[in-house]
Structures are given as C-alpha cells and as structure tokens.
C-alpha cells in the first residue's frame, strides 16, 4: 500500500537531494554547465548554510540602568527568576567591568555566544548539543540527558540547567526539568525572517547596543560595521571564533 | 397468548434498540476520544493513530536540527485542533484524563514525556492552575528545616562518635 505523503514523514530521493545540497546549475553554452552545490537552502525552509548569524554588541551605547534584553528574552522564552539564583537559569545576564585604575564602568549584556567552534558540542556524550549549519548552537532536548559536560564546557558561563519543574512554557521555545538551556538567538523568530527579542528591545528601549545580522554577507549591517570599527571576540585566546561580538570595551 | 408474546417481543426489541444507541454513543470498553475542531487529516484517524510517534520524532528533528518550520507534524499545530475543553469551557492540560493526548495514553498506560518540556495547551492559556502540582513547594518553614538538620545529624561520627571496640588480646 502506498503509504500517503506527508511533509517530512517520508523522504523521497528527490527530497534528500533538494534539502541536503541545493544544486545551482547555469548553462553556459550547449553542453556546458556549470554546477555549485551547497547554496541557499532559504526556499526550502530550513537553516541556511550560507549564513552565519551573529550579534553585535556595543557596550558604550548599553545603558547601565537598563535590563530591557534580559526581560525581553525571558518573556519570549519563559525562563524566569523564582528567587533562587544558585540554580535559576539564565540565558542573558547584564555584566559590569570595572577598570581598577581609571575607575571607569562598562555595562552588557552576556549570553551564548555562538562559537564558530563550540566547546560545548565537543564534550557532549549524546549529541544533544549542537551547531546548525547557519552558525546557531543549540541544545537538542529531546537527546540531553542533564549531564551539565557542556556548561562545564563554556567558558562564559552561557548555559543553565533547568533544576525544577518547569509549566506554562512558551510554544516555541519548550523547556523542562533534567536538561541544559541557553540562548537560542531566538531560533524560532529568525527562522521566519525576524530578529531575537533582546535586539528589539534594545532598539524599543532607544538604545541601539545590540544588532543582529548575517556575518557571512558583506553587505550586512553587521559586517559593514565590524568592517569599519575595531571589535573584540571575548576570550580569543581559545580561538573560539564567536559569533557575537563587542565594541567599546 | 399470542399477544402476550407479542408484548414481549416489543419490550425486548425497546430495551435491545436503547441499548445498542448507547453503544453506537459511547463505549465504556474504548478510550472516549475528545472531539477535534477544523479539517479532518487527509491521510485518515487510522493512520494518524498508529504513526503519529514516528511522525512527531521524524519532524521534530527536522525543526530542532535543520530549522524547518513547515513541517507536517509538531504538538504547536496538533493543539489547532486538538484543544480540549471541559463542561465550564475551560481548557484541559495533558493532567487531566479526558485531554486529547491523556485520553488515549493513560487507556493504554503509555506514558508521555513530552508534557515535561511542551505545553499540552495553545499558547496564551494559563496552565498554571492545573500543573500547579508539579511545582515543588516554594519555601520551607522552620519545621522543615529542623527535620532536615535532625535527618543530617543522625549518626554524625563528629557528634556522637561510634564507640570504638577494644581489639582482643590474643596469646598472653
């Protein structure tokens, strides 16, 4: 019996070659053609090789008052503060550094950050955490098992384990006791074409620290500034090349 | 005599006829299954019924790990449909026995794992009340407290250090 077709539940070969490499062909005369595997899989709707996106962070523009990014991704994300911070998650906090001799404060944000070369999927036993293709590290819940290896892991502290039972979660953003959390750059908005909440909020706020955008396109305003004015990778001595960046330090 | 039989049969053919609508109704033997809203699934209930771990595991993959987000099978598009409601109109949460999933899963004695992380219910409902149970208490009290450091101190080797035998003295 030939089982009825339904979206993802049987993949034919013709799918497989569609999602897996996308095959630009161009004809360049009878009998000769030119072909480029690997191009933008944005048609098929899924991650998109061709990008990588980041964040760019400029901590003079951070208000040292405000924490509207880290109330934005909790109500996006439903993680909130019980009163317990030795085991409360947290996927975005706000630093301070302080330079002992001048005196001088610098206040932002702090989350995942996105490494092109992710620590925390190095130590993973399951495989539970991962990069996409475009550059996002996740957690796969559905294979973690709570070992915690990967917040060990990270050197910025990024990831939370989730110590209580958790209700009322987000649709798009399902979260629960036993497993290991972190920001997801708002997966699930920039999927559809949007940018996570702590960038939105920081513009709605008037302050504009925060932009989102792909750093593999060089026209991207991201890009352009990164191209323009000095930046810095947190920890670059592990050569973790991130993906979110700071200015003004 | 004849129409005494007669009578019989009538009241039989009654009795048998309210029976069997009954059964056509509902069956005590069969888990009830809630009623969904929108259009029926075009592959059929019965394929849905036996495929849906496999279609729910397949696509999920196919969002967490790729990205896709027009995929066929995800429990934010089942509760479109598949939100149930009870006698007050209030939505039911995968606690209760009579929600869509918990109907079937708790006939069969299936138990799920997906309520752990996903809400059993469409965005914007307040589950709270119904999964309150879950939540662990908030804060202890001085009585809970105390029966704690009572349980920790029993036998503290600083506090009351276990007696220590003399060896024997063997071959004077």
Known sequence: MKMPKLNGAEISRRDFLRSGSAVATLTLAPGVTLMAFGGSDAAAGTADAGKRWGLLIDANKCDKDCSACVTACSTENGWKDNGR????????????????????????PMMCQHCE?????????????FKRVDGIVLVDKHT????RYCMMACPFKARSFVHE????????APRGQGTVESCTLCVHRVDKGGTPACVEACADAGFEAIIFGDLKDPESEISKRLA???????RPDLDLNPGVRYTNL | MTLIVR??????????GATLA???ERSSLLPNVPK?????HPEGNEYWRKNHPDLLRHDRNLTVRDGNREIGASLKSCFECHTTTDDQGTVLTSASPDHFCSACHQYVAVKIDCFVCHRSTPDGVDEYEAQAALLPPTSLNDADVEGIVAYLKQGDPVADPPAISKPAEVGQ
């Open chain 1, 117 to 129: 070369e992710p620590p925390c999927v190095d130590v993973c036993p399951t495989g539970a955490s």
């Open chain 1, 228 to 234: 323009t004015y000095s930046s810095a990778a947190l």
């Open chain 2, 36 to 40: 969904a809203t929108g259009e029926p």
């Open chain 1, 165 to 172: 039972p958790v209700i009322n979660q987000k649709s798009d």
């Open chain 2, 7 to 16: 009578f019989v049969l009538l009241w039989a053919l009654l009795i048998g």
């Open chain 1, 144 to 147: 973690c098992i709570g070992c």
């Open chain 1, 85 to 108: 911070p030795e085991t409360d998650a947290q996927w975005i906090r706000k630093i301070t550094l302080k330079n002992t001799e001048t005196g001088r404060e610098t206040t932002m």
């Open chain 2, 22 to 24: 009954q059964a056509q």
